[in-house]
């Protein structure tokens, strides 16, 4: 068994080699089913992207949120959730120094070592996120990447994989009853490097630039341009150095 940690506090269906985790979702599936791999090929994240990574060297799961009983303003805060329970999980590995980068990835020290990537299904939302495990820094993406093994994190990848998604699914399981609320609001805020950066933002329509100042009651990126307050609901944010 791939996650026996993981397995031991729900369902979780080991993958082998695979195209994405998404695709393996089944929406009939029970509330926090797992779907994960070491071996994810066409992996994909926000606005298109592809998500590569060598076998057995990254983790790649989805997480089944069923969300019949959940407002839908709630809903929305479930990318933002998924990346506080991501951080809090990889901390543990790299001495309290993970990180949210709004609105979607973790970093250690300011160099991204996961991604998490939300998508509606029928009955929920499918949480996926993949985490940089055991590269080295000739297999990293970019410049601007890490992995835990190069944080100092110790273990094989199995090991770190296994640990990671137990500690994932157990505190995003108790931050789902805090969505929407001004105390989740408050912990995402609290993790967010984002705040008190500069940043460029790639919206639908043209770019901002300027310092992010705060998170909005909805999960929106407050940023100050020098002469007024932008709520950044959807961009691609760029820490500029």
């Not at 789902?176 to 639908?204: H, K, Q």
């Amino acid at each position: 068994m791939l996650f026996p940690g993981a397995a031991s506090v729900g369902t979780v269906f080991e993958l082998g080699t695979v195209g994405s985790t998404f695709d393996a979702v089944d929406e009939r599936a029970d509330h926090l089913t797992t779907w994960a791999t070491l071996d994810q090929r066409a992996g994909r994240g926000r606005l298109g992207r592809e998500w590569v990574s060598p076998a057995g060297k990254c983790l790649a799961a989805t997480i089944l949120v069923r969300t019949k009983r959940m407002r839908e303003d709630a809903i929305g805060w479930l990318p933002l959730a998924a990346g506080l329970a991501l951080a809090d999980a990889l901390g543990t590995l790299v001495a309290d120094r993970a990180s949210i980068k709004w609105p979607n990835d973790v970093l250690v020290d300011g160099r991204k070592v996961a991604g998490i990537l939300c998508e509606r299904r029928r009955t929920g939302v499918a949480v996926g996120f993949g985490v940089n495990l055991t590269l080295t820094e000739a297999e990293l993406p970019t410049a601007h990447a890490t992995s835990l093994t190069l944080e100092g994190a110790e273990g094989t990848a199995p090991v770190l994989a296994d640990a990671v998604l137990c500690h994932v699914r157990r505190s995003l399981d108790a931050l789902l009853p805090a969505l929407g609320t001004e105390a989740l609001r408050a912990a995402i805020a609290a993790e967010l490097s984002t705040i008190g950066r500069d940043v460029r933002v790639a919206l639908p329509v043209g770019e901002l630039v300027g310092r992010a100042v705060g998170l909005g009651p909805h999960g929106e990126l407050q940023v100050d341009t020098g002469d007024r307050i932008v709520d950044v609901r959807a961009g691609d944010v760029v820490h500029v150095r």
